[in-house]
């Protein structure tokens, strides 16, 4: 069975709710969100489109996606391409860390967003500290732009094109 994603539904929340909770997932997302304040980010109506991942069935992460210009918040201000997308992940289990799984979830995603062809590039922002991330997001066709500041701290900004386009 191949990689799934599946819309975050209602039911899903208090398992989220546990992931981000984990230490191996809190020490990048930060401190969990609530259910309340999940359910306020994702199915209230907002432009973040939030995903479980599922290999043979098995739900085995997470990934969002967020249209990039108009973020808000002082979030990629300075981009003009309404094409852009951008992707936040992680895996929910730790015995499946550094397996090559977090790349074929991203690829995978990253396929499914370029069906779209009004997807013209797709970016991801790990911590210039992740280098277990930033490695995932290479081996999966991201190719490192430059170091930025986001709120959320230093980042390193790495995009990936469609594979036709890529040289
Ligand atoms: C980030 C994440 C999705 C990557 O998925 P993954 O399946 O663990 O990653 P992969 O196995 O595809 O690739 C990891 C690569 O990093 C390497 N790596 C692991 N730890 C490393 C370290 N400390 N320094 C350098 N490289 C490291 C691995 O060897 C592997 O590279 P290789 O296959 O070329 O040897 C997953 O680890 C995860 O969810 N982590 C916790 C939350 C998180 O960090 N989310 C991302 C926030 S941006």
Redesign the pocket.
């Known amino acids: 069975m191949p990689m799934e994603f599946t819309p975050l539904a209602e039911a899903d929340l208090p398992m989220l709710h546990e992931w981000l909770g984990r230490p191996?997932?809190a020490?990048?997302?930060g401190p969990a969100d609530s259910v309340d304040e999940l359910r306020e980010d994702f199915l209230s109506g907002g432009t973040t489109r939030a995903f479980i991942a599922r290999l043979d069935g098995e739900a085995i992460?997470f990934v969002q996606c967020y249209v990039v210009m108009g973020s808000g918040d002082g979030w990629w201000e300075d981009e003009t391409d309404p094409g852009a997308r951008g992707v936040?992940?992680?895996?929910a289990h730790p015995g499946?860390?550094?397996?090559?799984?977090?790349?074929?979830?991203?690829q995978a995603f990253v396929a499914r967003l370029f069906e779209d062809s009004t997807v013209s590039f797709v970016q991801?922002?790990?911590?210039p500290d992740?280098?277990?991330?930033i490695?995932?997001y290479a081996?999966?066709g991201f190719e490192a732009v430059g170091e930025v500041l986001t709120p959320d701290g230093p980042a390193l900004l790495m995009r990936c094109r469609r594979r036709t386009e890529r040289r």
């Open positions: 191996h997932v020490q990048w997302w992460g936040d992940q992680f895996l499946q860390l550094n397996r090559g799984l977090g790349r074929a979830m991203v991801t922002d790990p911590s992740n280098p277990r991330a490695r995932c081996a999966a």
